[in-house]
T-cell receptor, first 112, second 114 residues
Framework: GENVEQHPSTLSVQEGDSAVIKCTYSDSASNYFPWYKQELGKRPQLIIDIRSNVGEKKDQRIAVTLNKTAKHFSLHITETQPEDSAVYFCAAFNFGNEKLTFGTGTRLTIIP | DSGVTQTPKHLITATGQRVTLRCSPRSGDLSVYWYQQSLDQGLQFLIQ???????AKGNILERFSAQQFPDLHSELNLSSLELGDSALYFC?????????????FGPGTRLTVL
């Protein structure tokens, strides 16, 4: 089955700097990659996603890049703000077996 | 507020028992997903229902089962509970069948097995 590895597990960034979280997946048939943000004590929320037919997608300060050949994708947050502090989960979806596999999460802390 | 409701918020029970978690999707959403979130395992997809039918299965144990009713609410049944089943259980709903329809998560049910 699919295996998604996520790094780093924790990340501290000075406010205003950029943060990058990386995920690798094992099943080349995976073709949809969402990212979720979970603030402390709250529910996960989708923040951005990318399908395998594009290499990059941006939404204001957030961007996701996908390298299908290397089977990895990354979340980039620029101009970080205190409200970006949360746990971020990547996931990979295989339309063949319709399974969504999550990474283990990255706890991002923005230092004021 | 995502519009997805889950009951109960907290549940404390003993090993070997059986519990039922309930989820009401957003109005108009046909898909319901169940997830388990434990400290050491992160988020795990358990199962998806679409318009009453099972659509996809993740790492759901045989002791667990789910169903979606004609009014589209869903229940997750956990039986022969073990200490390791202690976790936060989320349901999510989306409008369509495909996973890339944005999923909206409920507030979760925290299950503690003693």
């Amino acid at each position: 089955g699919e295996n998604v590895e996520q790094h780093p597990s924790t990340l501290s960034v000075q406010e205003g700097d950029s943060a990058v979280i990386k995920c690798t997946y094992s099943d080349s048939a995976s073709n949809y990659f969402p990212w979720y943000k979970q603030e402390l004590g709250k529910r996960p929320q989708l923040i951005i996603d990318i399908r395998s037919n594009v290499g990059e997608k941006k939404d204001q300060r957030i961007a996701v890049t996908l390298n299908k050949t290397a089977k990895h994708f990354s979340l980039h947050i620029t101009e970080t703000q205190p409200e970006d502090s949360a746990v971020y989960f990547c996931a990979a979806f295989n339309f063949g077996n319709e399974k969504l596999t999550f990474g283990t999460g990255t706890r991002l802390t923005i230092i004021p | 507020d995502s519009g997805v409701t889950q009951t109960p918020k907290h549940l404390i029970t003993a090993t070997g028992q059986r519990v039922t978690l309930r989820c009401s999707p957003r109005s108009g959403d046909l898909s319901v997903y169940w997830y388990q979130q434990s400290l050491d395992q992160g988020l795990q997809f358990l199962i998806q229902y679409y318009n009453g039918e099972e659509r996809a299965k993740g790492n759901i144990l045989e002791r667990f089962s789910a169903q979606q009713f004609p009014d589209l609410h869903s229940e997750l049944n956990l039986s022969s509970l073990e200490l390791g089943d202690s976790a936060l259980y989320f349901c999510a709903s989306s409008a369509g069948l495909a996973v890339y329809n944005e999923q909206f998560f409920g507030p979760g049910t925290r299950l503690t097995v003693l």
